[in-house]
């Protein structure tokens, strides 16, 4: 009797050991009584009640993703490429996690790859290559609205990679090797027009600053020389005062007479008969430029 007691002794606790639960960190506990769900358990300690509840699922909580294979998809213009994508995912609702789809990872999986081939079906090869942020903002929006009844969020779709065949691949090295060199001839052409106008440029400016230098040289021979003349005539002006100071009127009138007797003497004649006041007012003038002289 004492064995049997003891025997159940150990049953019962070891019944009792085992309904006791920790949940830890990032994990949820969904939890049935009698085959129907219950409750959920989350971080901390529980109890549950032998042969009544059961554990019906585990779930963590951390972001996971699907790293898919790489798929071939049509695009608009009928290439096919292969697209490699990750799916980024975390589950924000255990129950519906655990009773909404058979196999939610399997659902998820056959959902992208669908979406994928419809959204990429929609581009063709270039705008494809060229709008991967695009495609990844439709996934998502597409995979988070379908996956919300399953508790699950997709947080971020990513297209790893994108393999076109090879004859495009050759096809497009060609066209851009051929873009290159166009840019080349381009910038080339761009620099020799650069080095002509340059050129250009500086001739025009040497000539520029030619003409500019011998108008200068010009303006002041002119002026030098029409200085000289002036200072000539203020010459001859100063000495006309002087005469006029010491001859009056009438003396001026018999210099003008001595000019015209000179320009007289420059001509054919060879004979010139000269008055004896001139004489007098040659001798005049001669004596009134020495002491003018300083």
């Not at 358990?41 to 059961?54: D, L, M």
């Not at 851009?176 to 620099?191: D, V």
Request: aromatic share 6%.
């Amino acid at each position: 009797m004492l064995s049997v007691i003891l025997v159940l002794f150990v049953l019962a606790l070891t019944l009792l050991i085992s309904g006791i639960k920790i949940v830890p960190q990032s994990y949820n506990y969904v939890i049935e009584r009698l085959g129907a769900f219950h409750t959920t358990w989350k971080v901390g300690f529980h109890f549950k009640i032998p042969f009544v509840e059961r554990v019906a699922n585990v779930v963590s909580l951390k972001e996971a993703l699907f790293d898919y294979e790489p798929q071939p998809v049509i695009t608009k213009d009928n290439v096919t490429i292969l697209v490699d994508t990750v799916v980024f995912y975390q589950i924000s609702d255990p129950k519906l996690y655990t009773y909404g789809a058979e196999n939610p990872r399997l659902a998820i999986e056959k959902l992208t790859l669908t979406t994928l081939r419809n959204v990429i079906g929609e581009l063709e090869l270039d705008e494809t290559l060229t709008s991967r942020d695009t495609i990844n903002g439709k996934l998502r929006s597409i995979l988070d609205e379908a996956t919300d009844a399953w508790g699950i969020k997709v947080n971020r779709v990513e297209v790893k990679n994108i393999d076109p065949p090879a004859s495009v691949k050759e096809a497009m090295e060609k066209q851009m090797r051929a873009e290159r060199e166009k840019r080349a001839a381009i910038l080339t052409a761009e620099g020799l027009k650069e080095a002509a106008i340059l050129k250009a440029e500086g001739e025009k400016q040497a000539l520029i600053l030619q003409a500019e230098a011998q108008k200068k040289s010009t303006i002041l021979a002119a002026e030098g020389e029409a200085q000289s003349i002036l200072e000539v005539q203020k010459a001859t002006a100063d000495g006309l005062t002087a005469i006029k100071k010491v001859l009056g009127d009438e003396g001026v009138i018999k210099l003008k007479s001595l000019e015209t007797m000179q320009k007289v003497a420059d001509g054919k004649s060879t004979k010139i008969i000269i008055p004896s006041d001139m004489q007098s007012l040659a001798g005049l003038i001669t004596s009134v430029t020495e002491i003018a002289k300083p």
